[in-house]
Each structure stands twice: as structure tokens, then as C-alpha cells.
């Protein structure tokens, strides 16, 4: 009887043992695993941290006009210029700005904050019939005058335009990939405090 009892004790050891080892285990291979996934996370957020630059060309014609008076009703100057723009400009969004945090416990990506737009343009431009007046010359605050003008006028073609559009979407599209990598390893992306279900949500970042 006693026999009996020892080898009963003895299994049951044994068994507490096994089931210890492989929880242990177990353990430490969802541990070793979810490091993996979160190695993997970084990697993939850290390769889309790069400049997306969005180009686009502008050309017009513009006519600048300047006025001086002397005091007299009768007498004044004006010179004018012919102006074409050719233009190039940028919209830019540096992904190193792209602040998130990732939980490893909870299996989420937390975005807190998107980098915002960068707009660059530089205009090149060519005077022609440039017409001095008698007492009103061109000077070079003139022609950083008509710079600075035409480079506010481009900039609200742009935001009327598809380039700012094309470059959100090439934004979108790389924080969708990080969505897909997460996604199939059972993560959660988070945003604004809401968790994003579908790929198709990311768009809503930009709105």
C-alpha cells in the first residue's frame, strides 16, 4: 500500500513537473515571439521613415505694376514688367516627424500624431518689357516683391489642386502597409484614441 502511494505521489510530482515545463516553455516562446512581432513592428514603421515627395510643374504669365506719387495729383510714375513663371513645387511630408508608441503587452501601434504638409516652390522667373518710370525704377525689392507674390499665388493653385491630394494618398498608402504587417499578426493600429478596424479607415487620418 504504501508502495502504491509512492509511486502515486511519485507520478503526480511528475506530472506537476511536465506541466510546469511546458508552461514555462509555452511562456517562453510567446515571449520570444511577441519581441519578434514587436522587432518586426519597428522595422517596418522605421523603413517608412522617409521623405515622400509629391512634384508638380507651374507656368503663367503674370504683369507687375508699381505706381509712385509725388504729392501732386497730376504727377506720378509707374513702371511695369511682363513676368513668366516657370515653377517648380514640392509638397513634402518628412516620416521622421511621425510620432507613435507601440504596446507590446496590449499588441497595439499607438499614431498620436501625423507630420504635417511641407510646401517648397521655386519659381523661376523671366522679366520681359521691363518699363521704368521717370522717377520709379526697378530696384531689387521690386523683384523679391514679385517673388514672394507669385510664390503665395502658387502655393493656392496647389491647395486647390491634385498634388496635395496625390501626396496624402502616397502618405496614406505607407501607413496602410504597417496596418497590413500589423494587422496579420494580431496587433492593433490606434489613432486619435480609436482603433482602426479596416485598412480602407486609414484614410480617414487625413480628414
Known amino acids: ?15 506537476a513537473i511536465v506541466l510546469i515545463y511546458d508552461y514555462i516553455k509555452g511562456y517562453r516562446t510567446e515571449q520570444a ?28 504669365v503674370y504683369t507687375y505694376e508699381n505706381t509712385k506719387s509725388y504729392g501732386w495729383d497730376y504727377f506720378s510714375s509707374q513702371k511695369t514688367a511682363l513676368v513668366i513663371s516657370n515653377a517648380k513645387a514640392q509638397v513634402i511630408y518628412d516620416l521622421k ?25 521655386n519659381p523661376n522667373l523671366n522679366f520681359y518689357q ?31 489642386s491634385d498634388i496635395l491630394k496625390n501626396a496624402d494618398d502616397r502618405l496614406l498608402s505607407e501607413l496602410t502597409s504597417i496596418f497590413v504587417l500589423s494587422n496579420s ?18 484614410t480617414e487620418f487625413k480628414d
Open 33 to 60: 515571439n511577441l519581441i519578434a512581432q514587436t522587432e518586426l513592428i519597428e522595422k517596418e514603421v522605421r523603413s517608412v521613415s522617409k521623405l515622400i515627395i509629391t512634384e508638380a510643374s507651374y507656368g503663367k
Open 185 to 202: 499578426m494580431g496587433w492593433t493600429v490606434v489613432y486619435d484614441g480609436k482603433s482602426v478596424e479596416n485598412a480602407t479607415e486609414i
Open 130 to 160: 521691363l518699363d521704368n518710370g521717370i522717377l520709379n525704377t526697378f530696384e531689387a525689392k521690386d523683384f523679391n516683391s514679385m517673388k514672394q507674390k507669385i510664390s503665395k499665388d502658387i502655393e493656392h493653385q496647389i491647395r486647390n
Open 97 to 121: 516627424n511621425l510620432e507613435y508608441s507601440i504596446d507590446s503587452e496590449r499588441k497595439e501601434i499607438i499614431f498620436s500624431k501625423l507630420p504635417e504638409a511641407t510646401i517648397n516652390i
Open 1 to 15: 500500500m504504501k508502495n502504491i502511494k509512492t509511486l502515486v505521489l511519485g507520478a503526480l510530482m511528475m506530472l
